[in-house]
């Protein structure tokens, strides 16, 4: 199946053509993704010896003040390898399959490019899309942190609004399972029958004794209302934009696509909405509601939103953090997991702010979400 999207030109060759100044392979490697690691660097090679088409980058992402070519580095090997859908000729899936063996990667890929060049080429010139379940985990154990220190007889019912919410699967947090420890012995939260499965959720077994306290306390959130924005949405329900989503998870990292095909599964029975618009714009349109708690959440977005925009973001969050003061007007929450710097160096955190007060480091996490820790962290770089 070809993108629905019209192709966009998105990465930048030069990335590729200088030696070893592509940083996406090393990430790879980092996030746990032998088989991209693998054929990362022979990717390049062809790419730099002109043996597969390199696409040019469009203006947008030249003008993004974050540019990197980490996007490229690994996606360019990786999208178009499930993508194909029906088409056998590269792996679609892991079995059966030796990833420490680099050339398991890249050979049929490569192969594939020869068979299918504009099939190809029109994957790689739209932007990687993904939108990681797991980071759910972080998002969920932020919301039961804020509506348990509200210290309410009973928990007020949520209005959950995401920002950057890509195809909206983690606006259906609520209706996961979270589990740590082997089968969830040790931890275990939400819906036993979800089709979305957390596990290895916490890396000690069960959550730092806040957040453990907070789940036990609010076991099951009542959700009102779930909205997104994205500058992108893609619809869960719309096989092309679902297969874009599988196309760029990595293929030797079976927990992310079924994590996926569950959330995907869930998105059929619990509706959401992600409207097209910026965070700030969204933001400015976005009022509490008497009765209810609105939380506002984010996760691996806002280093893709210009630094203007991003402070116009933060207005209307001080806005919103004003007047949510109790019952009356409604209560207001700000959750973020995001990578933050911490003395130097990139760590994925969970902040919460509830109303105006100040902002708590929760947790922090790996960034897909789990394996998360309680952290020492209190002061955040900037
Ligand atoms: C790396 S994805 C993360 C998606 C999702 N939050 C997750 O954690 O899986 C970043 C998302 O931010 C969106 N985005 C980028 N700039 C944005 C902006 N200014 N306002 C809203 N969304 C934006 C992108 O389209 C993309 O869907």
Redesign the pocket.
């Known amino acids: 199946m070809e993108p629905r999207h019209p192709p966009r030109r998105h990465c930048d060759p030069r990335s590729y053509r200088r030696p070893h100044r592509h940083p996406g392979p090393r990430s790879c490697a980092e996030l746990g993704s032998p088989a991209v690691r693998g054929a990362a660097d022979p990717a390049a090679e062809d790419v730099r010896a002109g043996r597969v088409p390199a696409p040019t980058p469009s203006r947008r992402w030249r003008a993004r003040p974050d540019r990197r070519p980490w996007d490229c580095g690994c996606s360019a090997p990786c999208t178009p390898w499930c993508c194909s859908g029906k088409r056998r000729t590269w792996p679609c899936t892991t079995r059966g399959r030796r990833w420490d063996d680099p050339g398991a990667a890249w050979e049929p890929f490569r192969r594939a490019v020869a068979e299918h060049p504009d099939h190809i080429a029109g994957w790689m010139r739209r ?7 797991g ?1 759910a985990n972080q998002l969920i154990a932020g919301l039961l942190a804020v509506t348990d220190a509200l210290g309410l007889p009973e928990p007020p019912p949520v209005r959950l609004l ?5 195809a909206g ?2 606006l259906r947090a609520d209706r996961f399972r979270v589990r740590a420890g082997p089968g969830g012995r040790e931890f275990a939260w939400g819906d036993p029958g979800s089709p979305v499965v957390l596990d290895g959720a916490w890396r000690d077994g069960a959550p730092p004794p806040r957040l453990a306290t907070a789940a036990a306390r609010v076991p099951a959130p009542v959700v009102v209302e779930r909205l997104g ?6 619809d869960p329900l719309d096989p092309a934009d679902a297969l874009a989503l599988r196309a760029y998870l990595w293929p030797d990292l079976p927990h992310r696509a079924e994590r996926l095909a569950g959330a995907l599964a869930l998105a059929r029975e619990v509706p959401a909405r992600v409207v097209r ?4 714009d ?1 933001l400015a349109g976005t009022e509490l509601r008497p009765g209810t708690l609105t939380v506002v959440w ?4 806002r280093q ?3 630094p203007a ?2 402070s116009r973001a933060e207005a209307e969050l001080d806005r919103l953090g004003r007047a949510g003061r109790g019952p009356g007007s409604g209560w207001f929450a700000h959750l973020a ?1 995001e990578p933050r710097r911490v003395g130097g160096v990139h760590r994925f955190v969970l902040t919460a702010r509830l109303g105006d007060g100040p902002q708590e480091v929760l947790a922090e996490a790996h960034p897909w ?1 789990l394996d998360a820790r309680a952290t020492e962290t209190t002061a955040l770089d900037g």
Do not use: I, K
């Open positions: 932007p990687p899309q993904t939108n990681e379940v980071r995401e920002l950057g919410a890509s699967l983690n924005c994205d500058v992108d949405p893609l618009q910026g965070a700030a969204f984010h996760s691996v977005m893709y939103v210009p925009e991003w997991f979400g």
